[in-house]
């Protein structure tokens, strides 16, 4: 069975590589490219996969998932600007895919014992959104 | 990973058909065989799985979907009435179903061409005919 948690944060960002030109950094991110930084309201859906539990009918607690989720993602991200305050975003891009791998590796070793995390998809707007499910 | 791209376009058809008599027509198609047409506000997802450019932090170049999208669908599409501006709708009804085939179809067409053979994959499209109802092609 698949259970799905979504919480919500705001944050800036800039697209740029280091060492690449105006030039290419517009090419590669367009509008994001702007040195001075922008902002999105991020949607993150977190799925988790597991039987529920015979005792409980859970398949995970999720008032234990929003805590995780408000410790790892929503607390370090929430109103920030993640290349200068969210490593390792002062050396990673911080596109939709890095930040979306980033989350997933926060999330990832939380959820042992029969409960797998599934799938993590984050909007970073209500047009463009990842899906991640930890391969490589 | 996968990324989903959502667009819009907005177009009008009616749902019709000459192999059924009018009776038929309305039976089978209801209010979306008014003789006028009616029309929707499209809402189109396009899934594309790639690898993870570490380089980058892309998966796809945007701006190269987006126009590809956008040649392919939306200008195609836009504020166009599907039945009489389309070739493609001439003997084909523009059901939901069928209007997401054929937006497959010119996406597919287009996509070697502009990714590479080493690009990234189209995977799913999901059309939105409104918010109630959408069909989704793998």
């Known amino acids: ?136 | 990973m996968r990324l989903t791209r959502r667009y819009r376009f907005s177009a009008s058809h009616r749902l019709h058909s000459d192999r059924f008599d009018p009776a038929e027509n309305e039976r089978i198609y209801g209010k979306c065989n008014n003789p006028f047409g009616h029309g929707h506000d499209y809402v189109l997802e396009v899934s594309v799985r790639g690898a993870l450019d570490e380089r980058t932090g892309r998966i796809v170049d945007l701006e190269v979907l987006d126009g590809l999208v956008n040649a392919q669908v939306i200008s195609r599409f836009e504020h166009k009435n599907l039945n009489r501006e389309l070739g493609a709708f001439e003997a084909t009804i523009p059901t939901t179903e069928n209007l997401a085939i054929e937006i497959r179809r010119g996406l597919q067409q287009a996509w070697h061409p502009a990714f590479g053979a080493n690009g990234p994959a189209i995977e799913r499209i999901r059309l939105e005919e409104t918010k109630r109802n959408s069909i989704e092609l793998q």
């Open chain 1, 1 to 136: 069975m698949l259970i799905t948690r979504r919480v919500d944060f705001s944050a800036s960002h800039v697209c740029r590589l280091h060492g690449a030109s105006d030039e290419e950094n517009c090419a590669l991110y367009g509008l994001a490219a702007n040195p001075h930084g922008h902002g999105h309201n991020y949607i993150l859906e977190v799925t988790l996969e597991g039987d529920p539990d015979p005792a409980t009918g859970m398949v995970f607690d999720l008032k234990q998932l929003k805590d995780v989720l408000n410790r790892e993602v929503v607390e370090p991200m929430d109103h920030r600007f993640l290349n200068y305050e969210v490593p390792p975003f002062d050396r990673l891009v911080p596109t939709v895919e890095n930040v979306a791998v980033e989350i997933w590796r926060r999330l990832e070793p939380h959820f042992r014992d029969g409960v797998r995390l599934a799938n993590v998809r984050l909007y970073e707007t209500e047009d463009l959104f990842v899906d991640y499910a930890g391969e490589r």
